[in-house]
């Protein structure tokens, strides 16, 4: 029997839906293959699947199983594929109730051995990707939930267990889609901060240079001997810039979201990023790339402040590829099938010594 449903992968800051179709044969060798280019994370699925399956008192088919990530000329990487996998093997194999319903939601999220689904990257643009193509819901794990749900005009789920999936898709009202107020959640204050611009005593003349530079969103290098206050007053210079409009925030989100930098149960990043790399970090980390490309901290200080302490540290290279992205505002990191877009707007601010 064959069944689909559908996941999603995340490129960039952009999601691409992935339909898992799972075929069980029972004709040739009892084995189990995933095709459409999985990476070695994805392979690994089958195992956990199988542990979670077996675990909840289900049993996995002992005939030919495949499973197929479609478009199949796409690399998939990571353990978010686990979920869907699960899901369409149940379905495939006659033991999920109304497995038609799998096709009307996005499901995602990593499964432990016993069956607990954990959390997963991505979810804010995957939960934009599946309201633009008209999905009836998402699944996501709890801890992604209130992150997805930022996107209105979409059911979001959130899931502690695989058997919370297996009860839904039974009866529909065994959930409760997760309800997130945008507007409130926004609502910024300055007060939040936990250091300030106005803590620093004297100093008028750097703190009249920095507000000047925050009014214009200069780049600014503060030169000046140790114990200053070069990093205290930079560190401090988020606080008097505007607060972030509601597609700035969004867009912040989205980059953190990929990163895997959002904690648990958070929703909209309020506050402009600040960033601080040291002066050891390498080309890659510094903006973006990789084996399957993430952003770098160019991007992460997006619409925020990138601070790069003892400037005379940092190695060339490094200083010379953020030229590019300082033009143009993004970052463009190009394999021999894909090239990715990150944007990457930020106030560059410096210090050394003398």
């Known amino acids: 029997m064959l069944v689909k449903t559908f996941g999603s992968a995340v490129y960039g800051v952009e999601a691409i839906t992935i339909a898992v179709e799972v075929n069980i044969n029972n004709q040739g060798k009892s084995d189990a293959i995933i095709v459409g280019l999985p990476d070695g994370a ?9 542990s979670a399956i077996k675990d909840n008192n289900f049993y996995m088919p002992r005939t030919r199983l495949i499973v197929n990530l479609a478009p199949a000329d796409i690399r998939k990487s990571g353990t978010a594929f686990d979920l869907p996998i699960a899901m369409a093997t149940l379905g495939a194999s006659e033991q999920l109730v109304n497995p038609e319903k799998l096709t009307d939601y996005v499901i995602m999220g990593e499964l432990s051995l016993d069956g607990t689904v954990r959390p997963i990257k991505g979810a804010l643009p995957i939960a934009i990707q599946a309201r633009k193509e008209g999905f009836k819901g998402l699944i996501v794990p709890k801890q ?14 959130g899931v502690g267990h695989l058997n919370d999936v297996i009860n839904f898709f039974k009866d529909e009202n065994s959930l409760d889609p997760i309800i997130v107020n945008t507007r409130e959640e926004f609502a910024f204050s300055q007060s939040d901060f936990e250091i300030d611009f106005c803590d620093v005593k004297g100093q008028e003349n750097i703190k009249r240079a920095l507000e000047i530079a925050a009014a214009g969103g200069h780049n600014a290098i503060l030169i000046g001997p140790p114990g200053a206050g070069k990093t205290m007053l930079a560190k401090r210079l988020p606080t008097i810039l505007p607060p972030l409009s509601l597609q700035e925030a969004l867009e912040t989100t989205k980059i953190h979201s990929v990163a895997g930098k959002l904690p648990e149960n958070a929703t909209l990043i309020s506050r402009r990023p600040y ?6 970090i390498s080309d890659v980390a510094l903006v973006g790339g990789g084996g399957n490309p993430q952003p770098g901290e160019i991007s992460l200080a997006h619409n925020g402040v990138l601070f790069l302490d003892e400037l005379p540290e940092f190695k060339r290279t490094v200083l010379e590829v953020m030229r590019q992205p300082m033009e143009e505002r993004k970052v463009t990191i190009s394999r021999a099938k894909i090239a990715l877009e990150f944007p990457a707007s930020f106030m560059l601010i410096a210090s050394m010594n003398p």
């Open 42 to 50: 994805v392979k690994e699925s089958l195992l956990r699947v199988e």
């Open 144 to 157: 992604n939930g209130r992150e997805a749900a930022m996107v209105n005009n979409l059911k979001v789920y």
């Open 275 to 280: 960033r601080s790399p040291h002066h050891t």
